[in-house]
């Protein structure tokens, strides 16, 4: 069969990738034409765009594109009709990929899937309608968006989640490894480690990394070491650090949970990792005009949490520093808690337990291609 992928940034081309590859292994002739990335281009196929040329985010960056933003929507209805694939297949990317499937579902007899739900949940939950008048398949990666999209009377099918792979994958890759060999190769002391994920992007490290070092400067029996986002200078950072004592590892942020004592983490996937890896953490997100933020927080948005446990465990398993709450004195407090308060840890640990139940065992790659391929033969 006939595939035709859209993916319009880093975190869609590595899950466009693994899923491509999963149906390689349900359909021994399956042809794909894609917009995404080099991960996607390993798995073969035409690429017809790099996401690169088409990752514009925020209001302003979007404006001053738009004439590219549309003739990058534009030539992808063409690709696809032009393709004629035997499913579309969308990634995330809502402000792009709903368009898309607007125009294919008008316009073609084309089946349109989405694999991992944007989060409507938190906000424009009025693109629910969208869905269910123009995507024929929602192949989810969180459990709760199940009950979020009943509620609407619009059926999902959850497929496990990518994440939990990801760590099932490096713990059989890494079995071998030990706290010795990361400690010696990093050239890190024989001390416990704080974990620093202080976020991928140039302006959170800017805005979260300075509190997290000044708020840990108290704990001198550990050692901080920063977890180094892809892409990021290591010269960004110690312009940040200056004279503190902290380390910085790339490419290996797995490694450093591994052995990590607690976690300090800027809201995001890597909250989700942490908690796989059960390593307790505090939620660090610092924000402009805090009052401000929290209240439309409170008021305005529709979920009751920033980070992904809060939100598959739907109660308060970490606690979310955020807005009006972020503070040095909040963070030392929180991770003082982390190291030295027993049963706190303890309660934590089991609620990320409950949590690994909740989100079920590897495969949603494999389990999404299973459906998708199950439901196109169906179909035919």
């Known amino acids: 069969m006939k595939y035709f992928l859209v993916a319009g940034e880093a975190s869609g081309d590595l899950h466009g990738s693994n899923l ?9 002739d399956a042809e794909f034409c894609f917009f995404g990335g080099d991960l996607m281009q390993i798995q073969g196929g035409k690429l017809v765009k790099h996401y690169r040329e088409m990752a514009f985010m925020g209001f302003i960056p979007v404006l001053l594109n738009l004439r590219t933003i549309l003739r990058n929507m534009k030539m992808c209805n063409e690709e696809i009709i032009k393709f004629q694939p035997d499913v579309l297949i969308l990634i995330d990317y809502p402000g792009f990929n709903l368009k898309v499937a607007k125009y294919i579902k008008t316009n073609t007899q084309i089946p349109v899937y989405y694999y991992i739900s944007p989060k409507v949940w938190a906000w424009k939950e009025y693109r629910v309608k969208s869905f269910k008048k123009y995507v024929d398949e929602m192949l989810s990666i969180l459990p709760f968006e199940v009950d979020f999209y009943k509620k609407h009377n619009y059926h999902i099918d ?39 994920l202080a976020g991928s992007r140039q302006q959170e490290i800017k805005d979260n990394l ?21 892409g990021i200078d290591p010269d960004y950072y110690k312009k940040y650090i200056g004279d503190k004592s902290c380390s910085i590892v790339f490419g290996q942020t797995y490694r450093l949970l591994e052995y990590a004592e607690a976690a300090l983490v800027t809201s995001g996937t890597a909250t989700l990792e942490t908690a796989l890896f059960r390593i307790p953490q505090v939620v660090c997100y610092k924000t402009p005009i805090p009052q401000v933020v929290y209240w439309v927080f409170k008021n305005i948005l529709h979920t009751k949490y920033i980070s992904l446990v809060n939100l598959i465990a739907d109660k308060t398993v970490v606690q979310e520093l955020f807005a009006k709450f972020f503070s040095v004195k909040t963070i030392q407090y929180e991770t003082n808690k982390l190291l030295n308060d027993l049963p706190y840890r303890n309660n934590m640990l089991a609620e990320y337990d409950r949590i690994i139940d909740i989100l079920g065992k590897p495969g949603a790659s494999a389990h999404a291609a299973k459906i998708i391929t199950y439901k196109l033969k169906k179909g035919k």
Request: charged content about 25%; proline content about 6%; glycine content about 4%.
């Open 20 to 28: 491509m590859a999963a149906l390689k292994e349900q359909d021994a």
């Open 158 to 196: 959850y497929v496990g989640n990518p994440v939990v792979d990801a760590v099932a994958n490096f713990r059989a890759e890494n079995k071998d490894d030990t706290k010795e060999t990361f400690l010696s190769q990093n050239q890190l002391e024989e001390k416990p480690i704080i974990a620093l």
């Open 210 to 230: 300075p509190s997290m070092l000044e708020a840990i400067e108290r704990f001198s029996g550990y050692q901080a070491v920063i977890a180094g986002a892809p």
